[in-house]
């Protein structure tokens, strides 16, 4: 039998309620690591049930194993369309800092963009 079956209700449960968890985690903090986190749980528990049906010897576990790699796939492309999503909500809110910062420019962060060298106008155009 497998180590993780998501044949079971229990941890097929635990799975799904695991990626929301991550979902509104990187929605909150506006950051895709912890999606990025379960794409790379999910692509291991894939990789351990590959190997654990290249290890079976019974046709009953040939059976689950298979389900599992299917149901591993599913979760797979959840948590990675998730992470494509947190991806554009982390783009998109660097974006705003940096129009922010670029809006609140006044006189004092003008003074610091003059040329304090005296020949630095002769080195940008060399």
């Known amino acids: 039998m497998p180590l993780i079956d998501f044949t079971d209700p229990f941890y097929l449960l635990s799975a799904i309620i695991l990626i929301i968890l991550c979902i509104i985690l990187g929605r909150n903090v506006k950051?895709?690591?912890s999606t990025g986190i379960a794409v790379l749980a999910f692509l291991t528990i894939l990789t351990c049930h590959a190997v654990e049906i290249g290890?079976?010897?019974e046709e009953a576990v040939l059976g689950t194993l298979g389900r599992n790699i299917m149901i591993d796939e599913i979760?797979?492309?959840v948590t990675f369309l998730s992470f494509l999503w947190m991806d554009r909500i982390q783009i998109n809110h660097k974006e705003e800092v940096a129009?922010?910062?670029k809006s609140k420019d006044t006189k004092e962060n003008i003074s610091d963009k003059v040329i304090k060298d005296g020949l630095d106008f002769?080195?940008?155009k060399v």
């Open 31 to 33: 950051t895709n690591t």
């Open 99 to 101: 129009k922010a910062k």
């Open 55 to 57: 290890l079976a010897e």
């Open 75 to 77: 979760l797979l492309f």
């Open 122 to 124: 002769l080195w940008k």
